[in-house]
């Protein structure tokens, strides 16, 4: 029955901005603006709520993403960025915990993001996850101090690939894998080290740079549980909420303001959580505390001898 309730406040939303357009083509006459308005509030109400809900207990991990959408904003395209988050639970459960209008991803749109998931009652924060984008590392040092940060290590791919040339891709694809498939960080940096020095014989100075210049935000996720790592160093979970958002791009086209679209995007959001998607358990945390638990030992017996 949920879900059944969130399909049909998507199909509200989804659907009654091209209803004046199909009852004139069938009646001749179009249906009032403000019957359509008041069928959108009610939707908007409910999404809003949820959007808007108090968050309880602590999300270690944290997935980030800014998405780019366009609509229509004094009667031009544009394009307009929405920032989402996607929290783990102590229960290891992936949970949709923010969704907000970004304008662009920049210091400020980040850092009010984050601090509007703070206020929420986003606590506990050990990761975030995301690609490094203008203005997010900061906002996390100030908002967020004791989290770490992680930089999502396909993104960190692509931008090294961004100055290699078509044929050499390959190649230099393995030889970054080969970074992030050591058994610590000290060895990881070894072999970044190394992979550097081999761009540099290969005539490929600027990816070299790359790598020695971003390699170490990639490495952040060693630090955590052997166990979480293949799911702690990239932001790929945020994939499939992303293609939620994007099956109607169209629809946020023919929004005349930002909240609308918002609104359309959360719906599709709150219909993706309700799914298989958020019911499945994505990590055992056990593995992070019992870590966690080792090292506070081990710190305190260090502070008594």
Known sequence: PKLKGIRF???????????????????????SPGTISNLNQKAYEHIETWRSRKLTGEYAYVYVDGIYLKRSWGG??????????????????????????????????????????????????????????????????????????????????????????RGRMREVSLMLKAIHAQENKEAARKKAA??????REMKLSAAAKKVEDGVDETLTYMDFPTEHWTRIRTNHVTER????????????????????????????????????????????MDHLFQMELMNNTETAEASAG
């Open 9 to 31: 406040e998507t199909a509200i939303i989804e659907r009654y901005r091209r209803v004046e357009n199909i009852t004139e083509a069938l009646w001749g006459t179009k249906v």
């Open 76 to 165: 031009e395209v544009q394009n307009v960025s929405v920032l989402v988050a996607i929290g783990v639970s102590t229960d290891g459960y992936r949970e949709i915990i923010g969704a907000a209008e970004g304008m662009k991803e920049d210091f400020e749109s980040w850092h009010n993001f984050f601090i509007w998931l703070k206020e929420r009652g986003l606590t506990g924060v050990r990761l975030i996850v995301g690609d490094k984008c203008l203005g997010m590392l900061e906002s996390i040092a100030d908002v967020f101090p004791e989290a770490k940060y992680q930089r999502c290590t396909v993104h960190f791919y692509r931008n090294v690939f961004s100055v290699v040339p």
């Open 194 to 199: 190394a992979v550097a020095a081999k761009l």
């Open 241 to 284: 909420v992303n293609r939620e958002i994007k099956r109607r791009p169209q629809a946020t086209e023919g929004f005349s303001d930002g909240q609308s679209a918002l609104m359309l995007v959360c719906a599709r959001l709150r219909y993706a959580a309700a799914s298989g998607w958020g019911s499945k358990r994505y990590l055992n």
